[in-house]
């Protein structure tokens, strides 16, 4: 297994990015996403974890979550192969006055014969280090609260957090030190409603 390194996406890897989505989840329901929320402008930050030498990998997910797959240069590309995806959108907060900034953490893939070691980790705790020191108030996840506690997530209180997600499964992490009002509303880019 060869070591990898945490990268942004960059537009040569949308291929490959959905060739390891769609070996990563038992639909191409998250390869559409993906596709649909970069063509809406909803993405704020996209992530790869691409292999850094020999024995780079195969696309698909998993490790700690779910997404992404390829290679980004026209050189050895199992030595560049994309092992794992992650992409965060902007949520809308309501009321509309209110100025913080959330987004969504989904989905997060790792290719599946690289699953367990720790791209997955590697690829949410950047994320988090890059959201929070561009300012980013609160994001949200929707899985495992096992995994996600991992991180800082909480889990959603419905009195207070109110999204188009069940609770537990709905988790919160709040950036920085700004308090989080007594009740948000956050809605989702409109592409996820096709997931239902």
Do not use: K
Not at 137 to 153: E, K, S, T
């Amino acid at each position: 297994m060869s070591a990898f390194a945490i990268e942004a996406a960059q537009p040569t890897d949308a291929a490959a990015i959905r060739a390891l989505l769609v070996a990563a989840f038992p639909t191409p329901a998250e390869a559409d996403l993906v596709a649909a929320l970069r063509l809406g402008g909803y993405g704020v930050l996209e992530l790869v974890a691409r292999a850094t030498g020999a024995g780079g990998g195969d696309g698909g997910g998993g490790d700690d979550g779910n997404s992404g797959g390829g290679n980004s240069d026209g050189g050895n590309s199992a030595d560049r192969a994309i092992l794992g995806h992650l992409l965060f959108s902007r949520l809308t907060v309501a009321p509309p006055n209110d100025r913080r900034r959330a987004v969504c953490l989904a989905p997060l893939a790792v290719a599946p014969g690289r699953q367990t070691t720790g791209i997955g980790t590697a690829l949410v705790r950047e994320g988090l280090a890059r959201l929070e020191a561009s300012g980013e108030d609160i994001v949200l996840v929707l899985g495992d609260p096992a995994y996600y506690g991992r991180f800082g997530f909480h889990p959603g209180r419905p009195e207070r957090m109110l999204t188009p997600y069940p609770i537990p499964e709905n988790q919160w992490l709040a950036l920085g030190d700004r308090p989080l009002p007594l009740r948000l509303a956050l809605s989702y880019p409109p592409p996820f409603a096709a997931l239902g």
